[in-house]
């Protein structure tokens, strides 16, 4: 298993291949490894595993740090804002059930959002060899 795992960190780490960041994104987005995309690159909601069970590629060297919160809010208050002024031009509906709706939306939008952008930005930071990923051993 050792010379699996060396093979592995020579093909991703010592060789300055550009690593696709589509590829990465999609499967940061969707929770998975940035490398080998099968692996689940989470350990609870937002802790991101020391490494890949399946492929071994450390995930440890991350720093999404307040990128995820920040373009969480930045995405939901976009779409938030414009949508309870739309409603409430259009329905006038009463302020209770707006502000009840709304926060429950904006509640599930964030808490939907919050790890796949988490997730995106591990595997921006994979593909672009940043923060330690893909660093020479």
């Known amino acids: 298993m050792p010379q699996a795992h060396a093979h592995h960190t020579e093909s991703h780490a010592d060789t300055g291949e550009e690593r696709p960041l589509k ?12 490398s080998c995309g099968s692996g689940p690159m989470l350990r609870g909601y937002l802790k991101v595993r020391e490494s890949c069970p399946v492929c071994g590629e450390a995930l440890h060297h991350q720093r999404a740090d307040d990128g995820p919160a920040y373009l969480t809010i930045l995405i939901v208050g976009h779409l938030m804002a414009p949508a309870i002024l739309w409603v409430f031009v259009h329905y006038r509906p009463d302020p209770l059930v707006l502000t009840t709706v709304f926060s429950i939306g904006t509640v599930a939008l964030s808490l939907y ?12 930071q994979w593909a672009k060899r940043m923060h330690g990923f893909g660093a020479r051993a």
């Open 23 to 34: 590829p990465a994104l999609l499967r940061g987005w969707r929770l998975r490894c940035p």
């Open 113 to 124: 959002l919050l790890p796949r952008l988490k997730g995106a930005l591990v595997g921006l």
